[in-house]
């Protein structure tokens, strides 16, 4: 116990080496209701996460994710973070099962409260890319969790992993699951919001790399207000509007579908 609380303290005393008090003001402007942020530049927190895993590899996930912080302490979103880069680390070997490590993303993921986690730690997943039949069995389940960040997890997947051929077709069909699902919730404005702007990011994703049938999907859905409401629907168009991979027609085409 003695060795597992003096990394922890190890850890938490680097973090706070090198917060910086103007940044993380900063980031706390883009994250509202995080308040645990100690104000470390995330370039700085992957380096950092990688020297942690050298250091103490299985041990520093075995005891984060499954002891409490003493003393009933908050973990700073830092020492979160670093968590989510020590798990991405994780490679398919003689004494780690992939198996195990989708348990580990299980046994993080309720930790993820806000965007910034979330999507760093799906970018640094790359185990999705090895093993990819095996992970999209894992990852879709989360499309129809209750819980905002499950599924903004699962749609970020989508979009770094799974816009492929062997997928599009089910990813239209799972969207329109994924809106139907948060527009018939009672959950609160700011967790419908991360949902849908995953979803529309997405969607506008799947447009640049499969503009023809997205284009079709678009068309589907622009009056069927109870799969995408007008939110959802509007920002994806807004976004393919946005991207530079977008000809100038091709934009022109697409604010005309814009819903009043």
Same mark, same amino acid.
Not at 116 to 126: H, I, Y
Not at 132 to 143: D, G, R, T, V
């Given at each position: 116990?003695?060795?597992?609380?003096?990394?922890?303290?190890?850890?938490?005393?680097?973090?706070?080496?090198?917060?910086?008090?103007?940044?993380?003001?900063?980031?706390?402007?883009?994250?509202?209701?995080?308040?645990?942020?100690?104000?470390?530049?995330?370039?700085?927190?992957?380096?950092?996460?990688?020297?942690?895993?050298?250091?103490?590899?299985?041990?520093?996930?075995?005891?984060?994710?499954?002891?409490?912080? %003493?003393?009933?302490?908050?973990?700073?979103?830092?020492?979160?973070?670093?968590?989510?880069?020590?798990?991405?680390?994780?490679?398919?070997?003689?004494?780690?099962?992939?198996?195990?490590?989708?348990?580990?993303?299980?046994?993080?993921?309720?930790?993820?409260?806000?965007?910034?986690?979330?999507?760093?730690?799906?970018?640094?997943?790359?185990?999705? =890319?090895?093993?990819?039949?095996?992970?999209?069995?894992? $990852? =879709?389940?989360?499309?129809?969790?209750?819980?905002?960040?499950?599924?903004?997890?699962?749609?970020?997947?989508? $979009?770094?992993?799974? $816009?492929?051929?062997?997928? $599009?077709?089910?990813?239209?069909?799972?969207? %329109?699951?994924?809106?139907?699902?948060?527009?018939?919730?009672?959950?609160?404005?700011?967790?419908?919001?991360?949902?849908?702007?995953?979803?529309?990011?997405?969607?506008?994703?799947?447009?640049?790399?499969?503009?023809?049938?997205?284009?079709?999907?678009?068309?589907?859905?622009?009056?069927?207000?109870?799969?995408?409401?007008?939110?959802?629907?509007?920002?994806?168009?807004?976004?393919?509007?946005?991207?530079?991979?977008?000809?100038?027609?091709?934009?022109?085409?697409?604010?005309?579908?814009?819903?009043?």
């Amino acid at each position: 116990m003695k060795a597992e609380t003096e990394m922890r303290t190890v850890i938490r005393d680097t973090l706070i080496s090198m917060s910086e008090p103007d940044y993380q003001k900063f980031a706390a402007g883009l994250l509202p209701g995080v308040d645990n942020i100690l104000g470390v530049r995330l370039p700085k927190l992957r380096k950092y996460g990688k020297k942690v895993w050298k250091a103490y590899g299985m041990k520093y996930l075995e005891e984060t994710l499954e002891n409490p912080c %003493n003393n009933n302490d908050i973990e700073y979103m830092e020492e979160i973070f670093l968590q989510g880069v020590v798990i991405g680390n994780l490679k398919v070997k003689e004494d780690v099962t992939l198996s195990s490590i989708q348990n580990y993303i299980k046994s993080y993921l309720p930790k993820i409260n806000n965007w910034s986690t979330c999507d760093s730690f799906c970018a640094g997943l790359k185990i999705a =890319k090895e093993y990819s039949a095996q992970m999209w069995e894992f $990852i =879709k389940p989360y499309l129809v969790s209750t819980r905002d960040y499950d599924v903004r997890f699962a749609i970020v997947m989508i $979009i770094n992993y799974y $816009i492929q051929d062997d997928y $599009i077709e089910e990813l239209y069909k799972l969207f %329109n699951k994924v809106g139907a699902d948060w527009n018939s919730q009672s959950a609160s404005d700011q967790a419908v919001y991360y949902v849908e702007m995953a979803l529309a990011w997405a969607i506008s994703i799947c447009y640049v790399n499969y503009p023809y049938k997205t284009l079709k999907y678009l068309k589907e859905v622009k009056n069927q207000t109870e799969v995408l409401d007008d939110f959802t629907y509007n920002k994806a168009l807004q976004k393919i509007v946005e991207s530079r991979c977008v000809s100038s027609e091709e934009k022109a085409q697409i604010k005309l579908m814009k819903r009043k």
